[in-house]
Antibody, heavy 119, light 107 residues
Framework: EVQVVESGGGLVQPGGSLRLSCAGS????????MNWVRQAPGKGLEWVSY????????YYADSVKGRFTISRDNAENSLYLQMNSLRDEDTAVYFC????????????WGQGTLVTVSS | EIVLTQSPATLSLSPGKKATLSCRAS??????LAWYQQKPGQAPRLLIY???NRATGIPARFSGSGSGTDFTLTISSLEPEDFAVYYC?????????FGGGTKVEIK
């Protein structure tokens, strides 16, 4: 069974940092691109970042560019999101999402981890 | 950035009725469009990709159509479990973008 499980969310002050993790299982992690997608409370979905299988291609939404860094460790079947200079508007549930093979869509999602940025 | 506009914002229908949801792109995305279903407190679920292909395990009552800038998700006969929020998403250009969602509620 394919599973992706996020961890690392919590309460952080504006300007602070947080690192999210996502553990993949039930599939060959190293052969699938991965993404982070977020959802602010009561709002819609916002794509955050993409990383290719070998980490050679990375994309970010303009809203997080220069502050967030996506990475992966294929040996550990893990995906990461390092979030720096956090703002109030970064408050959201962050989902780890596996990409459909060779497509820019998301076929498996974790349950999400809540990041709250507040003083 | 490609903007996706979904309509209507809310659709009130009874079980057994047909639901028609619209998604319009600010520029052509060819057929690179997906639809997701999200229920409260849950992660989204992929329903349709490449405009008209059903994802694994999705019932046949869900169908997608369209290309270019205008797309439609049709639920042929609403089941109780279909009342949820539906999002479209374009996979044509970086940055990937989602529509604002259509809530399908019980009338």
């Amino acid at each position: 069974e394919v599973q992706v499980v996020e961890s690392g969310g919590g309460l952080v002050q504006p300007g602070g940092s947080l690192r999210l993790s996502c553990a993949g299982s039930g599939f060959t992690f190293s052969t699938y691109s991965m993404n982070w997608v977020r959802q602010a409370p009561g709002k819609g979905l916002e794509w955050v970042s993409y990383i290719s299988t070998s980490s050679s291609t990375i994309y970010y939404a303009d809203s997080v560019k220069g502050r967030f860094t996506i990475s992966r460790d294929n040996a550990e079947n893990s995906l990461y999101l390092q979030m720096n200079s956090l703002r109030d508007e970064d408050t959201a549930v962050y989902f780890c999402a596996k990409a459909l093979r060779f497509k820019n869509y998301f076929d498996y999602w974790g349950q999400g981890t809540l990041v709250t940025v507040s003083s | 950035e490609i903007v996706l506009t979904q309509s209507p914002a809310t659709l009130s229908l009874s079980p057994g009725k047909k639901a028609t949801l619209s998604c319009r792109a600010s520029q052509s995305v060819s057929s690179y469009l997906a639809w997701y279903q999200q229920k409260p407190g849950q992660a989204p679920r992929l329903l349709i990709y490449d405009a008209s292909n059903r994802a694994t395990g999705i019932p046949a009552r869900f169908s997608g159509s369209g290309s270019g800038t205008d797309f439609t998700l049709t639920i042929s006969s609403l089941e109780p479990e279909d009342f949820a929020v539906y999002y479209c998403q374009q996979g044509s250009n970086w940055a990937l973008t989602f529509g604002g969602g259509t809530k399908v509620e019980i009338k």
